[in-house]
């Protein structure tokens, strides 16, 4: 069983609004969303 | 210094990003281990059970459109539209999704079926599998007896899986993975968990995955040196 208070807080990388199923179905954003937001990950990378 | 960077990620069968990410991801491992070369570490992928709609029946009476729609509250159109767009996404991605043959049930079983195959040795191997037989097959993952057929195509003892199965012998393994989700606040999948400290959620590009396995492989390095 895993340890609630010894789990640290994740640091979320890349495109935040990439493609997704959330619940019981799929977050599908347009193919030029996803684009754009690959792009700004990029962008803040560098 | 280490010489693997661990992936954990959860994904549900029945969720055609996850097998999108999947070839994402491994395309962009790839590259990672390409650019690195001779020093690249290992990946070491495990994958966590996350059920998209656990109340659905093992044998649904309907296509996925019909289900999405349903579930959603959106048109059947709109539905359709949604299915049209990740088939093209999968297509482009070298995936063939057959939605007119998929058979849409529910996953518990397939899940536990991934644990059995994590313990022996073959868990990889069985998501590859289940993925591949619901969306490009029309297979039924939702049955025992299915289950076990493609089981032992990939090797394991079909008759011991259809005892783990029936059994439920994984089942808290399944739950342990939906808990330790929750305690991430995984909400979608595909979700990867690197390292036990970074999040990338979602079909990310594989130049993401790559640039993300980098960054952190680079500051792992910063960090021993």
């Known amino acids: 069983m895993s340890d609630r208070s010894a789990r640290p807080a994740l640091t979320l990388l890349g495109a935040t609004d990439a493609v997704a199923c959330e619940g019981d179905a799929c977050a599908i954003p347009s193919l030029a969303e996803v684009t754009a937001a690959v792009e700004k990950a990029f962008t803040r990378g560098r | ?225």
């Open chain 2, 1 to 225: 210094m280490s010489e693997s960077i661990k992936i954990d990620i959860w994904s549900d069968i029945a969720c055609p990003w996850c097998y999108i990410g999947k070839r994402k991801f491994e395309a962009g491992a790839k590259a990672f281990a390409e650019k690195v070369g001779d020093s690249a570490p290992e990946v070491i992928v495990e994958y966590h059970s996350y059920e998209l709609s656990p109340e659905t029946p093992v044998d649904f009476d309907g296509n996925a459109a019909a289900f999405l729609s349903q579930h959603k509250g959106i048109p059947a159109s709109q539905a359709a539209q949604m299915i049209d767009r990740v088939t093209g996404v999968a297509s482009a991605t070298g995936l063939e999704y057959d939605y007119d043959a998929l058979q849409h049930t529910n996953t518990v079983k397939a899940h536990q079926l991934l644990h059995y195959a994590k313990a022996h040795g073959k868990q990889v191997e069985a998501k590859e599998r289940l993925l591949k037989a619901y969306f490009t097959e029309g297979r039924h993952v939702g049955r025992v007896e299915d289950l076990a057929d493609l089981a032992s195509e990939i090797g394991l003892d079909r008759d011991d899986v259809v005892r783990a199965l029936n059994e439920d012998e994984f089942l808290d393994d399944v739950r342990a993975d939906q808990a330790l989700g929750l305690e991430y606040g995984i909400q979608g999948v595909p979700f990867f968990v690197i390292d036990g400290k970074y999040g990338v959620s979602g079909a990310q590009e594989a130049a993401t995955f790559a640039q993300v396995l980098d960054q952190v492989w680079t500051e792992r390095a910063a960090v021993t040196s």
